[in-house]
């Protein structure tokens, strides 16, 4: 649903570069192995895979290897929702944390985390869907 506005985003400046974290790559990889999700271009976790190698030959994308202050930056992100549960919170702040320790800009097209990002005063893009009528 999201693909031409991030390809759009992603194409606009040559300069910038994609990271994944583990989070995110684990996300990748269960979307293109979700039917529900990918319609009849389901992959398997193999073709997935090779997806995700397709991307990584892109030399403007590589993964990003959790730094050694990421659990604590995770805690402390967690620490004003303790009272809550969610699984979608435990995932957004992991991002802010991830975004935080590796000083990278986070780029969503989640208001509620582009909202949090920018309350912990973290660099963050966020993306507009385009509707049908545009």
Sequence with gaps: MHSEEAWAWFSRDDDDSLFFCRFTQLGLLRLLAT??????????????????????????????QEPFELDSAFRAATRSFSRLSSPKVLGDCYLLAVSQTTEATLVTFDRGLASACRKARQPVVLLETLTATG
């Design 35 to 64: 039917s529900s999700i990918m319609g009849k271009d389901v992959r398997t976790i193999g073709e997935a895979w090779m997806v995700y190698d397709r991307w990584l030959e892109d030399s403007r994308i590589g993964i990003r």
